[in-house]
Nanobody, 126 residues
Framework: QVQLVESGGGGVLAGDSLRLTCRAS????????IAWFRQVPGKEREFVAS????????YYADSVKDRFIISRDNAENRVFLQMNSLKSEDTGVYYC???????????????????WGQGTQVTVSS
């Protein structure tokens, strides 16, 4: 089973960019689609973006489309989230997750994911 660790969060100003990294361990990384979610206190975890096992197909929430880019490097067991033109509403803890059905990249419901990293905080100040 794959294990996930996020990094790259921090505090930035509105309009800035950040690049998050999800590092995976385990021999089965390429068997998994991977998604990024975010969460703020008192709210449900929210889908941000997902990527297929090969990296050829990506999906985005409408709120981040055209600003965020998800990609993966299967040779290095990593998934990235490039976040551009950040807004204050992008603030939250960002998690990468692997789905219960490993090959499914289209799930946007957090209950469809059973492997999570510890999260990385992103704070965008206006």
């Amino acid at each position: 089973q794959v294990q996930l660790v996020e990094s790259g969060g921090g505090g930035v100003l509105a309009g800035d960019s950040l690049r998050l990294t999800c590092r995976a361990s385990g021999p089965t990384f390429t068997s998994y689609a991977i998604a990024w979610f975010r969460q703020v206190p008192g709210k449900e975890r929210e889908f941000v973006a997902s990527i297929s096992r090969s990296g050829s197909t990506t999906y985005y929430a409408d709120s981040v489309k055209d600003r965020f880019i998800i990609s993966r490097d299967n040779a290095e067991n990593r998934v990235f989230l490039q976040m551009n033109s950040l807004k204050s509403e992008d603030t939250g803890v960002y998690y990468c997750g692997a789905p219960v059905m490993p090959g499914i990249a289209t799930e946007r419901d957090p209950s469809a994911y059973n492997i999570w990293g510890q999260g990385t905080q992103v704070t965008v100040s206006s």
